[in-house]
């Protein structure tokens, strides 16, 4: 897509979280400022949640700093030091004579130490935490405890049992449940109006079925929806959502991974993932179909093995990036 996304566009206000129960506890969490670690599926809205209870709580939007874990943990020295959220912390200096594990402590401390610019406190927001290493969760509790009284630290989980208890116990829980049918319905109802676009109910709520609970992949294809057909009924949701996925893009990936470019390949799977919204499953689906058409035997059974794998360590909450990213490496290997 071209033109901005309507998850960015469209965040929702505090009041506007479809889950009722979510928004009484994050209310509460800006009259008495605390710890929390929100938990819940993929797509349920954790993240905007987040920005949203920052955006009550601060005046300032450089209150709020956000660490994607996944990302964030998984950076060389020289991405960290080349990165511009985080190379003011790290001269080449510091870069050169400190390990990997030194500099993430360095750059949390950082985060954490900076005045709030407005207000008593600012709001770290660690998320996509279930891909973080127990040794840099030890390192995260002493930041934590070092800075509490000026800073609000908020995680962002699919698997909260992957968080050590020196830091659970240091945190309020909130469970996010996916919304339902009926909550996502209503908030497509929201942007539908908002964006001026045709729409009949029956059309929400064929993409709230297609998006499966998950409300980012729901409001995409809303987008999706509205820009192909200037209107959101059934047929059109149907034409442009029922067979999202398998395209050229997947196929220009593959031939990246096989070719070794795995910066290429990654780059494609980033857009799917991030740009489009689609979850690692969807992905994994639409691999396995475009591979039926280029391999067979040995190979394809392989693939059909590794995509097994890969399936699991997805349903168990493991970052899809780094999983879906792993089966491209090995098509690269081979």
């Known amino acids: 897509m071209d033109a901005p996304l309507w ?9 506007e979280l479809p889950q009722e129960e979510v928004r009484e506890y994050l209310t509460r ?14 797509g349920a809205g954790k993240t905007a949640a987040v920005r949203a209870l920052a955006r009550e709580a601060h005046d300032s939007e450089d209150d709020l700093v956000t660490i994607n874990v996944a990302d964030f943990f998984g950076m060389t020295k020289k991405e960290l030091g080349e990165d511009p959220r985080f190379s003011s912390f790290i001269t080449p200096k510091r870069r050169r004579e400190s390990s990997k594990a030194a500099l ?9 130490s900076y005045p709030p610019v407005s207000g008593e406190y600012r709001t770290i927001l660690l998320d996509n935490a279930e891909a973080i290493r127990e040794d840099f969760q030890q390192a995260l509790r002493r930041v934590m405890e070092r800075h509490h009284e000026a800073t609000q630290f908020v995680i962002t989980t699919r698997q909260p049992s992957a968080l050590i208890p020196p830091i659970t116990s240091r945190c309020f829980p909130v469970p996010m449940r996916a919304p339902t049918s009926e909550e996502v319905v209503e908030v497509l109802e929201r942007i539908a109006e908002h964006e001026d676009v045709t729409y009949d109910r029956e059309g929400l709520e064929y993409v709230a079925g297609y998006a499966d ?28 959502l029922g067979e999202v996925g398998v395209d050229d893009r997947i196929r220009e990936m593959l031939d990246a991974a096989e070719a070794g470019q795995f ?3 990654r780059k494609l799977l980033d857009e799917l993932l991030i740009d489009e919204g689609y979850t690692g499953h969807d992905v994994l689906e639409d691999v396995l179909t475009v591979a039926r058409s280029r391999y067979d035997g040995r190979e394809l059974a392989a693939l059909h093995r590794r995509a097994g794998e890969v399936d699991l360590d997805l349903v168990e909450g493991t970052s899809d990036r780094i999983q879906i990213g792993h089966l491209l490496a090995d098509l690269g290997a081979d």
């Open 263 to 265: 910066t290429d390949a």
């Open 213 to 240: 609970g998950d409300l980012r992949r729901a409001i995409l294809g809303t987008q999706t929806t509205a820009e192909a057909a200037s209107e959101i009924t059934m047929q059109s949701a149907y034409e442009a």
């Open 7 to 15: 998850t960015e566009t469209h965040a929702p206000s505090l009041s």
């Open 29 to 42: 969490g800006i009259e008495e400022p605390i710890n929390l670690v929100l938990y819940g599926p993929k």
């Open 104 to 112: 993430i402590n360095h750059v949390l401390k950082e985060s954490a």
